[in-house]
């Protein structure tokens, strides 16, 4: 069975880097199983419900919250537009009212932790990630070394970076780049070789 | 009126410099003029220069809201050069070049036209063809130009980042030897001296705030000092063409947009060129005094502030250190910006409008300031004759009627594009 | 000059081992690069600008002019550093700079002689030269110029450094450290607001620092810092400037993080650049001292007075022994009187004739010489003062009566105070007059979220500025939305009573007549005197901007910082208004120089921009692919085999497709999911041609106009199901095509019921083309693909490689060929795939070199047509286009111009000889001369390895009806003059028969 | 740095964006095929001192066009709508 391969595959090298001391930072990445867009027009949120309801989700969140229901979570990334990971094939949803988009291969997760986590996101991109403005369940979009992505705040100090797959190595490389003051440590690479089961 | 020169100089020396006499009169204004200039930067005064030069016509004020060269002949990054390509473009500025050539001399004031050349960087293949064709194009029109592979313009610009490191590797260069400098508030100033000295009134202080009218036909001028009244009016306000037409009921093909102009503080003579980065909107010199003077893109939105944002101050300063990486620890020292008077496809206007007795001249995009002698002396024609020189035939308003657009970059009505 | 043996805010448990021009200084921990030289003795620092003067420290601060040396060498070497500011550090080397041969021995010195011909804007009068249409004369001077102009010596050495951006938000933002700012962030932080607060010095405490130790005001800073530190709203940056205010209430500030030792430590940064967004701030950036006007006044020894007191609380030099304190203000009586305390002599010549009482006491129970209505006229002296020529001034600083010399080595004045409003200024314009301390401060306008305290809105008195502080950051906390309440401001301390007042608005001491008793400078780094203002005023140069830009008068490094008011006092006298009226130039960004290094962050080199890559990119390296920039991609460029160079590698490549099989990665095309009940309707308006009837399963190759009827793009559309289209575009306009479609859709045809969502990072693209592809492609997928199966522009799905794979039958190449759609995690599993069962077939992998060369001998358009400015005729689509139907740029594309026959269309060129012609060169007719330009020009060329000769395509005039025909092909820049027959741009297989086979 | 206040995101950097165009001008219909419609609407501007009103796109977003009042004297930014709903809004504010 083939196996998809993370744009990271080769770049991703374990091991402690930057300066001396504490670890600041974690950085690594993690497996996106089933990603896909679901959007519509007048009426979305009518389309979208027995969709949502059938993965136990309520009504696909906020802008800013995100909204999780077991291995499944979905991010309202527009006023008709939901992006929702660890979905099912969702093809067959598709109707007048409503259209379904596979994104599975065109997103990398970037896992990020440690106390200086904020700190770096806050070199990075233009929006506020203190505690205060940024607290776990809460996602934005902007932009990172000129590419706009996703993050989602997954716990106090830890944070899912969705990246577009093509950009994937510019943005890791900016983030080591850029989290060399903090010293950081590069988890041991389990998920660059994403198993999944082959799309049909 | 003194004649500047060596010794000139030296005589006022020993006088202690107490006898030097006004650069320009500060008269009163006539009650009717048969031309009054709206604006006072290097076009209205080039152009009130070549209308009494060439011309004869020498009852003409140039009225300035502020004072003479302080809008954008004052704020930009004072090159000179003649690479364009587009037919309707090429010769007219390479008419300009060739006044500037001769500039100083003529206006007996030194404008500092310094010839030390301008490479344009390429870094893809297919930036090198554009080249090759732009390069061809001014050849074939009797203007220098020259195509350098990067082994030559690494032999003559080793400062440049020629490593692997660099994003946007250096594949080559277009080069034009007659390109350089001109120091620009110079070029305001003795344009004002050789057109005061002509017997033309300059006005400073003094704004336009609306016209005359005889019927449909423009008849002068309203300024906050009161009524001035002209056979013909001709507008020179780069960036607030669009105001000044709307006054007249015009709508023109016209963005303003803010373009920022940074200079570092002043070292020792590091760069002795004009070097345009291809990768990204950059460009920069040496000034005279030791400054590094570096130009960047526009800041993207319609602004009549004179005042930049930051963003464009990081990629304008990112794209110095991309381009040659020495520069990091060198300081900035000042950066400022002005309103460019953008037009839709990147190209300017001399012209009558279809407002009897207003004639317009602007959209300079940022091509202004290389323009300044050929703008005045073509406008200057325009203004005398009633009819456009063939070197600004082109420059009209209903080109985007016809689509003869002149667009030398190819990216379409997007004035911030240019 | 001496460092005293006790007192001072310096660490003489910590000394430094530090060189100035290979002279070691006394230093310690504590001290800068100017204390340090004060201490060593180091009068003579520095050379000015134009005249080559001697110039000495003038001040202790960031308006220093005068005191500007190299700092550090090798990589780190830096340029134009102000002593002044420069920590003291153990190993630091500087160097003086813009003097030759030696800094007391300089031969640029001479123009010091010459001056009166460097008189205002001399360059503007001279060197113009005698030759007509000439510059040479002119650029033979100015190489002299610059060498002698410029001045410190900059580095063609890369920084070793590391640099970093930070964004920041905060409720409030105080800028400055001292007794203002701190009560400011106070009361904000007593509130509950989050506070920023920034010190461009080290150390807090502002004009405190001045103060003598174990005055009143260190316990009261101590307490300030102590109650700031324990609350966690608070956060203060110390060595942080902040150098400019913008738009959006947005700050940028740069922390010197490492600048105040040898070398950072590893991974760790030199500066950080900070973009700060508050809510509200408060600019307590206190008053810099102002110069008085003088002959010599630039002579080293001539000092403002409160920096040699400042030198003497906080360094513990006396930085003279025979001292002449000259003043029109009060503040400098408390100079005088520390001076006097600490041994040394002082004459104190006030120019106003009756000092209020407490001044006169302060300055006598000290013992210091006092002479009301007295002024320094000039300082003697060369590279050291040695005397002071005093004389009784009237109210306007005119001598009356006689001058008598006294010995002197050190002259320290005060012009009363300008405060700092640059930030101010920057955002909101002009600052206003305030006439009591004769300076510009902010108009006080409550709802500026940015305002002023202390002595930078020129408060008179310590009450004052701890109240102004106080209160500004309390409403500043109150506005930001605060929760709490500031509670009352703190208590003041005993210091000196007199702060910044009692002014007496005269600056420059002159003969009865009116004269200056030598050179009196306004403007000391770039060597703007008197004598030039009063001549710019001659020649009608009157305005402040004139004035500045005529005589260069506060465009140095210190950006008018201290000449600015004596300047306008000047010109209001010559213009006979007052100094409001004459007005004021506007402050710049940045308020201090910054590195470059700083703002730019980590985005250099390699990262300048980001980069895209294709899933498939690495196995591209690993097989020796020679890559290639495409916009922000980096694509196979074609694949040496051995030494290949890239002509025999592509010609090698493309020959190859068309024998055997190739396949080259297409990932980085543009791909857009159109999906939608209103889909085709969509299509039918943004492409030129019909979408209705392209059934399931089908594709379609087409065309997109500008709005001005331009052609934007092409590509090919598949329709894989009821609504759901797949678009492909070129590589170069995905990102435009995709913002075109949304602002089509979400503003002008809200009707649709469409979206378009970018699919490009979703598939890996692979093309395989050639005879052999079929029976490939059927080998690895097992699929049939016969003719019948999947004819062209038909697709299908298959397995490859046990992935599920989109198989678009089409040709950009002219041979049979596909385009292979593959999920991106499986794009490199499927190329291997391919590859490793392409053995059997020959197959190889092409770059984007061959690839243009199969295209052009098609006839296919790419980026060198599709340049903007060619129209769906000039590149022979019109056929596309759909008359029934109204598309994008349907209407704009009859214009006249657009329509002109005469119009360049494309056309094919057979070049004759064996060297091909070059992408850019000239087309002209056989006879014509080869001037102006031209009939058309050549956009791509290629050797065409099918057709076994150099072939083009090329834009023509008239081309369709010039076929046959011979032109000249004209590469000037390239020297070189080939002719070509002009023939159909299908050179290859115009039916298309091996396509459709 | 002007800071918009999208809808969808909430304040942002101007970065995150990219400029559109005048808005004030709207698009003549498809079938319109009056010539000096489309030139106005594609090259003629009025290019105000003041409040404008124009497009941004906040492509580093959530990738929706908005229409935003921005006074091109003092950078200082009016209402902010998405594209979509910004002729309703205009009708509202004009009630």
């Known amino acids: 069975m083939a196996e998809a391969l993370s744009p990271l595959h080769h770049t991703i090298t374990p091991g402690r880097y930057g300066v001396a001391g504490d670890v600041g930072i974690t950085l690594g990445t993690r497996q996106i199983a089933g990603l896909w867009q679901i959007a519509g027009w007048q009426g979305f949120d009518r389309a979208a419900a027995p969709v949502l309801a059938a993965m136990g989700l309520h009504d696909g969140g906020s802008y800013r919250r995100a909204e999780q229901a077991g291995a499944v979570t979905a991010w309202r990334i527009a006023p008709d537009k939901i992006l929702i990971e660890g979905a099912p094939d969702l093809s067959a949803h598709s109707s007048d009212d409503l259209v379904t988009l596979d994104l599975g291969h065109a997103r990398t997760a970037i896992t990020l932790g440690g106390a200086a986590a904020r700190d770096l996101l806050m070199q990075l991109c233009a929006v506020d990630c203190s505690a205060a403005a940024f607290a776990p369940g809460a996602f934005i979009q902007t932009g990172i070394h000129h590419v706009g992505v996703l993050i989602h705040c997954t716990g106090p100090d830890s944070f899912d970076i969705l990246v577009p797959g093509t950009w994937a190595e510019t943005i890791w490389e900016a983030l080591h780049h850029n989290a060399l003051p903090h010293g950081y440590e590069v988890s041991a690479d389990n998920n660059s070789r994403i198993s999944r089961t082959n799309p049909t | 009126m003194t004649k500047y020169s060596a010794f000139s100089l030296v005589r006022h020396a020993l006088s202690g410099n107490r006898n030097w006499t006004r650069a320009w009169r500060d008269p009163e204004s006539k009650p009717a003029y048969d031309v009054v200039i709206v604006g006072g930067g290097g076009h209205g005064l080039a152009t009130a220069y070549y209308l009494a030069k060439e011309h004869g016509i020498t009852n003409v004020a140039v009225v300035e809201k502020g004072w003479l060269g302080g809008g954008n002949t004052g704020r930009n990054t004072t090159i000179v050069r003649s690479n364009y390509m587009m037919p309707g473009n090429t010769m007219f500025y390479e008419r300009s070049m060739q006044l500037w050539e001769d500039l100083s001399q003529d206006l007996n004031y030194n404008v500092m036209i310094s010839q030390r050349g301008q490479y344009n960087l390429c870094h893809s293949p297919g930036q090198m063809d554009a080249a090759r064709r732009r390069g061809n194009v001014m050849r074939a029109n009797g203007i220098d130009a020259e195509l350098f592979d990067r082994a030559e313009v690494k032999r003559r610009l080793p400062y440049l980042d020629y490593s692997d490191k660099a994003r946007f590797p250096i594949h080559g260069a277009i080069y034009q030897s007659r390109a350089g400098t001109a120091r620009h508030d110079a070029v305001a100033w003795g344009f004002a001296r050789g057109a005061d000295r002509r017997g033309v009134d300059i006005l400073q202080q003094r704004e336009v705030t609306g016209y005359l009218w005889d019927g449909g036909r423009i008849a002068g001028v309203q300024t906050s000092q009161g009524e001035i009244r002209a056979k013909k009016v001709a507008l020179c306000v780069a960036g607030h063409s669009g105001h000044l037409a709307q006054m007249a009921g015009l709508r023109l093909p016209i963005e303003t947009h803010c373009l920022q102009a940074f200079v570092t503080e002043p070292y020792k003579p590091l760069v002795d060129t004009v070097i345009s980065f291809g990768a990204a909107h950059f460009y920069l010199s040496q000034s005279d005094k030791g400054g590094l003077v570096l130009g960047g893109d526009l800041d993207m939105y319609n602004s009549y502030a004179q005042k930049g944002g930051l963003p464009i101050v990081e990629h304008t300063l990112a794209s110095a250190k991309a381009l040659m990486p020495c520069m990091s620890r060198l300081k900035l020292l000042r950066h400022w910006a002005g309103v460019m008077d953008m037009s839709m496809d990147g190209s300017p206007f001399i012209t009558k409008t279809p407002v009897e007795g207003l004639y317009l001249n602007g959209g300079w995009n940022y091509g202004g300031f290389k323009a300044t002698p050929a703008s005045g002396w073509c406008f200057a024609y325009t203004i005398a004759r009633d009819a456009p020189h063939k070197d600004n035939a082109e420059f009209t308003l209903e080109r985007f009627n016809r689509g003869y657009q002149i667009d030398e970059k190819g990216v379409g009505p997007q004035p911030n594009a240019h | 000059m001496k460092r005293l043996p006790s007192g001072g805010r310096i660490d003489r448990s910590a000394p430094l081992n530090i060189r100035f021009d290979g002279r070691t200084l006394p230093a310690f921990r504590g001290d800068t690069l100017s204390s340090a030289m004060l201490a060593g003795g180091v009068s003579l620092v520095g050379r000015s600008f134009k005249y080559h003067r001697p110039r000495g420290i003038y001040s202790a601060g960031v308006e220093e002019p005068g005191a500007m040396v190299h700092l550090r060498d090798g990589p780190r070497h830096e340029p134009n550093v102000r002593a002044t500011v420069a920590e003291a550090f153990d190993g630091l080397v500087a160097t003086s700079q813009n003097a030759w041969p030696s800094l007391s021995f300089d031969i640029g010195a001479v123009n010091n002689w010459l001056g009166p011909f460097f008189s205002a804007g001399f360059y503007y009068k001279t060197f113009i030269g005698p030759f007509r249409r000439s510059t040479w004369f002119w650029m033979m001077c100015e190489t002299f110029i610059r060498k002698a102009a410029g001045m410190g010596r900059a580095s063609y050495m890369e920084d070793p450094d590391q640099y970093e951006k930070r964004n920041a938000f905060c409720d409030v933002l105080v800028i400055g450290g001292g007794v203002a700012g701190l009560s400011a962030a106070l009361a904000a932080g007593r509130a509950g607001a989050q506070v920023l607060l920034v010190e461009q010095d080290f150390e807090l405490g502002g004009a405190v620092l001045s103060d003598p130790v174990g005055s009143a005001g260190d316990d009261w800073v101590a307490r300030a810092r102590a109650e700031l530190q324990a609350l966690d709203t608070v956060r203060i940056l110390t060595r942080t400037t902040a150098f400019g205010a913008y738009d959006g209430d947005t700050y940028g500030l740069v922390e010197r993080v490492s600048d105040h030792v040898k070398v950072p430590v590893a991974h760790q940064l030199r500066q950080r650049y900070w973009l700060v967004r508050a809510k509200r701030a408060v600019m307590a950036t206190g008053a810099i001292e102002r110069p008085l006007v003088f002959g010599g006044n630039d002579t080293p020894g001539v000092m403002l007075a409160e920096s040699v007191r400042s030198y003497l609380n906080r360094f513990a030099v006396l930085a003279g022994q025979t001292i002449v304190v000259a003043t029109n203000n009060n503040s400098a009586y408390a100079a005088a009187a520390d001076l006097a305390g600490a041994g040394a002599d002082v004459t104190l010549a006030d120019m106003r004739t009756t000092p209020p009482v407490e001044a006169r006491t302060l300055a006598e129970t000290a013992g210091v010489r006092l002479l009301p209505g007295h002024g320094v006229i000039e300082a003697r002296g060369g590279k050291r003062v040695t005397g002071a020529r005093l004389v009784p001034v009237d109210g306007t600083g005119r001598a009356q009566g006689a001058t008598q010399t006294v010995k002197a080595d050190m002259i320290a004045v005060s012009g009363g105070w300008t405060p700092v409003v640059h930030l101010w200024s920057q955002r909101y314009g002009k600052p206003v007059f305030h006439g009591e301390g004769a300076c510009f401060i902010p108009d006080g306008q409550d709802s500026h979220p940015l305002q002023g305290a202390g002595t930078a809105m020129a408060a008179a008195s310590l009450s004052e500025v701890i109240a102004q502080g106080f209160d500004r950051g309390a409403e500043a906390a109150q506005a930001a939305g605060a929760p709490g309440d500031a509670g009352k401001a703190p208590d003041g301390f005993a210091c000196r009573p007199f702060w910044q007042n009692g002014l007496h608005p005269a600056w420059a001491v002159l003969t009865a007549q009116g004269k200056t008793l030598g050179k009196a400078f306004v403007d000391f780094q770039h060597d703007v005197k008197i004598s030039d203002i009063d001549q710019a005023h001659l020649e009608g140069y009157v305005s402040v901007e004139h004035l500045k830009r005529y005589t260069t008068l506060g465009m140095a490094t210190d950006q008018g910082k201290l000449s600015n008011v004596n300047a306008l006092s000047r010109m209001a006298e010559l213009r006979g208004k007052a100094i409001p009226d004459v007005g004021t130039t506007t402050f710049r960004p940045p308020f201090t120089p910054i590195s470059i290094g700083s703002l730019v962050g980590h985005e250099h080199g390699r990262h300048f921009r980001p980069t895209r890559l294709s899933p498939i990119h690495q196995w591209h390296v690993e097989h020796g692919a020679r890559m290639t920039e495409a916009g922000a991609w980096m694509r196979p460029w074609y694949y040496p085999q051995y030494a290949e160079d890239l002509c025999t590698a592509y010609i090698r490549e493309a020959a190859h497709v068309r024998a055997h099989v190739g396949m080259v990665d297409v990932s980085t095309l543009g791909k857009i999911a159109v999906q939608g009940p209103d889909a085709a309707e969509f299509l039918n308006r943004i492409y030129v041609n019909g979408w209705k009837t392209l059934a399931v399963g089908r594709l379609r190759y087409g065309v997109m106009l500008r709005e001005d009827g331009f052609v934007l793009d092409d590509g090919a559309t598949a329709r894989l199901g009821a609504q759901d289209y797949f678009m492909s575009t070129t590589t170069a306009n995905a990102a435009k095509v995709l913002a075109f479609a949304e602002h089509l859709l979400q503003t002008a045809w809200k009707d649709l019921r469409v979206h378009v969502t970018t699919v490009t990072d979703q598939w890996a693209a692979i093309a395989v083309a050639g005879p052999k592809a079929r029976a490939l492609l059927a080998k690895v997928s097992g699929a049939d693909l016969g003719p019948g199966a999947l004819p062209n522009n038909h697709l299908t799905h298959a397995m490859i490689g046990g992935v599920q794979v989109r198989i678009h039958r089409m040709s950009y190449s002219g041979e049979l060929a596909y385009e292979i759609y593959v999920p991106a995690g499986y794009g490199r599993h499927v190329w291997q795939a391919l590859h490793d069962a392409g053995g059997a077939f020959d197959l190889r992998p092409y770059g984007t070199e061959a690839m243009g060369a199969l295209r052009i001998e098609k006839g296919h358009v790419a980026g060198p047509e599709l340049d903007g400015r060619t129209t769906l005729k000039d590149l022979g689509l019109e056929g596309f286009a759909s008359s029934k139907k109204p598309f994008v740029g349907s209407v704009l594309q009859q214009r006249p111009v657009l329509e002109d026959p005469q119009r360049p269309t494309l056309v094919g060129l057979e070049i004759e000889g064996d060297t091909g012609a070059k992408p850019g060169a000239l087309l002209y007719a056989a006879k014509a001369d080869a001037k102006g330009h031209g009939d058309g020009w050549v956009s791509s060329t290629t050797y065409s390895p099918a057709l076994g000769r150099y072939i083009a395509m090329g834009l023509l005039k008239n081309g369709r009806t010039r076929k046959g025909d011979v032109v000249r092909v004209e590469d000037f820049v390239g020297g070189q003059s080939l002719t070509a027959r002009v023939v159909s741009h299908h050179f290859f297989d115009p039916e298309g028969e091996r396509k459709n086979g | ?95």
């Open chain 4, 1 to 95: 740095m002007i800071r918009i206040d999208c809808p969808v995101c909430g304040l942002r950097d101007e970065t995150e964006f990219t400029y559109g165009a005048d808005a004030s001008v709207t698009r003549p219909a498809m079938e319109d095929t009056g010539m000096q419609h489309w030139v106005d609407y594609v090259f003629n501007r009025d290019n105000p001192r003041g409040w404008h009103r124009e497009y941004w796109h906040h492509v580093q977003g959530c990738r929706q066009w908005l229409v935003l009042e921005r006074n091109t004297l003092t950078h200082q930014i009016g209402t902010c709508h998405l594209a979509r709903d910004a002729d309703l809004a205009v009708k509202e504010a004009a009630k």
